[in-house]
């Protein structure tokens, strides 16, 4: 019965061991290392982006699909350099520029805005842009309406207030997809007037633009 015994304790100490156990050993509790949640919507710093956009100089009021007269519709290329200050405020600087036009406008833009703006989620924002910028519009071509020799000559050249709004949302650690709408000159004057078929003559332009395009958080 003794032997019977001690072989026994024998066995049950050697089950222990072969399953890992140790007698008297305390077991230390697993540590789980929470993977990072981080977006570019999070991130404090300076970004850069690229956007194409479609853009107008017009002279009457109309809705942006419409085909006003005095209306020339340009596609141009967009770069823009900011700094986010945190979840609610960014500075944000664009250049942009036409590369291909409807009937007569190549188009010069500036900006400097201040970019108030709300996460809605941790990938989606909501933004506004306010700020200051000039607006520059060449002919490309002399069959402009009421002008003459137009290529190449200046038509608008305005410096003001600018405004607009748009959406963000987070693709990744770094980088981000927005869309948004801006309203770059609005009823400035222009050296010379505007004359349709009509008779009609108008002597001021406005500018604005949906863009979209990709940001990368440095």
Do not use: H
């Amino acid at each position: 019965m003794k032997k019977a015994a001690i072989c026994m304790a024998i066995l049950g100490y050697g089950t222990l061991a072969m399953a890992g156990g140790e007698i008297g050993a305390s077991v230390e509790p697993a540590i789980t290392v929470p993977e990072s949640t981080e977006t570019a919507a999070d991130k404090i710093g300076f970004y850069a982006g690229l956007g194409l956009g479609a853009q107008r100089t017009y002279s009457i009021d109309s809705d942006f699909f419409d085909d006003a007269r005095t209306q020339d519709r340009t596609g141009g290329a967009v770069g823009l350099l900011g700094y986010q200050f945190n979840d609610y405020l960014a500075v944000e600087g664009r250049i942009g520029k036409s590369i291909g036009y409807e009937d007569y406008a190549d188009v010069l833009t500036c900006s400097l805005f201040v970019k108030p703006q709300y996460p809605v989620t941790p990938s989606i924002r909501i933004y506004a842009l306010l700020g200051m910028g000039s607006v520059r519009v060449e002919g490309e071509s002399n069959n402009l309406l009421g002008y003459t020799d137009t290529a190449g000559k200046e038509i608008l050249d305005e410096t003001g207030f600018q405004w607009g709004f748009g959406g963000s949302y987070a693709l990744m650690e770094n980088i981000s997809v927005f869309a948004d709408y801006t309203s770059l000159a609005k009823d400035a004057d222009i050296g010379s007037a505007l004359t349709v078929g009509s008779g009609v003559v108008y002597d001021e332009l406005s500018n604005d633009a949906l863009t979209v395009g990709v940001t990368y958080q440095f």
